[in-house]
C-alpha cells in the first residue's frame, strides 16, 4: 500500500497561472481532505469530501475549487494562483466521514507562487 | 477560527524528561486526537480520545480529556531525540458534507540529547 500519494511535491507558479494538484489514496477511503499549512498557522482545511460525489468548504476555501473524481482520486485547482496561496498543501483520507477515525496525510506538495 | 490551541508554542527538553503540551478548544466534542508532524512531512496519527474517557495511554504517550475545561493534554514521558516534532490536537468540525478535522497550531517539541 502506498498510501496517500500527492503530485507534484514542488511547484513554482507565477501570479495568474493555474494547476491543479493530485491526491490519491489506495485504503479505500470514504473521505478525503485538502489542507494548507503556513508557517505559525497549523494546517488549515480548505476543502473536504465526505464520498465520491460530495464536497464542502473548509476554512479557507476562496481561490481554490475541488473534484472528487472517484473513490480513490481528490484533486485541488489554484485557477489563478496569487502569492498568498504559496503554502505547503496536505492531501489526508479518513475511513469515514464522522471524524471518529483517524486521518492519513500525504508526503505534501510545496507551491511558490511568484 | 481554529477549533483547537496548543500551549505551549515551543517546548525543549533533555532526553529522559518528560514533556507535557496541552490543547484547548471552543466547542463540544465527540473526540479529540493527536497527531506528529516530522520537519517537512505529513502528519501522523498518534492518539484519538472519546469525549466520554478521561485517560488514554498508548506506550509512552498519555492522553488526558477534561470536558468540562474543554482541554487536553499530552504527555510524553522519557523523550527521546526522535520526539523532536510538532504535536497538534484535532476536533470534529461538522460541515454540509460530513465530519473534517480541524487543527491547532501545535507545539513544536525538541529533545536534545
Known amino acids: 500500500n502506498a498510501g496517500v500519494t500527492q503530485t507534484p511535491k514542488f511547484q513554482v507558479l507565477k501570479t495568474g497561472q493555474s494547476m491543479t494538484l493530485q491526491c490519491a489514496q489506495d485504503?479505500?477511503?470514504?473521505?478525503m481532505y485538502w489542507y494548507r499549512q503556513d508557517p505559525g498557522m497549523g494546517l488549515r482545511l480548505i476543502y473536504y469530501?465526505?464520498?465520491?460525489?460530495?464536497?464542502d468548504k473548509g476554512e479557507v476555501p476562496n481561490g481554490y475549487n475541488v473534484s472528487r473524481l472517484n473513490k480513490r482520486e481528490f484533486s485541488l485547482r489554484l485557477e489563478s494562483a496569487a502569492p498568498s496561496q504559496t503554502s505547503v498543501y496536505f492531501c489526508?483520507?479518513?475511513?469515514?466521514?464522522?471524524?471518529?477515525?483517524?486521518?492519513?496525510f500525504g508526503p505534501g506538495t510545496r507551491l511558490t507562487v511568484t | 477560527s481554529q477549533q483547537g490551541e496548543e500551549d505551549p508554542q515551543a517546548l525543549s527538553i533533555q532526553e529522559g524528561e518528560n514533556a507535557t503540551m496541552n490543547c484547548s478548544y471552543k466547542?463540544?466534542?465527540?473526540?479529540l486526537q493527536w497527531y506528529r508532524q516530522n520537519s517537512g512531512r505529513g502528519l501522523v496519527h498518534l492518539i484519538l480520545?472519546?469525549?466520554?474517557?478521561r485517560e488514554k495511554h498508548s506506550g509512552r504517550l498519555r492522553v488526558t480529556l477534561d470536558t468540562s475545561k474543554k482541554s487536553s493534554s499530552l504527555l510524553i514521558t522519557a523523550s527521546r531525540a526522535a520526539d523532536t516534532a510538532s504535536y497538534f490536537c484535532?476536533?470534529?468540525?461538522?460541515?454540509?458534507?460530513?465530519?473534517?478535522?480541524?487543527f491547532g497550531k501545535g507545539t513544536t517539541l525538541s529533545v536534545s540529547s
Open positions: 480520545i472519546r469525549s466520554n474517557e
Open positions: 485504503m479505500n477511503h470514504n473521505s
Open positions: 466547542t463540544s466534542i465527540n473526540n
Open positions: 489526508a483520507s479518513s475511513e469515514d466521514r464522522s471524524g471518529s477515525y483517524e486521518q492519513y
Open positions: 469530501s465526505a464520498s465520491e460525489g460530495t464536497t
Open positions: 484535532a476536533t470534529g468540525y461538522r460541515g454540509q458534507a460530513g465530519t473534517a478535522l480541524i
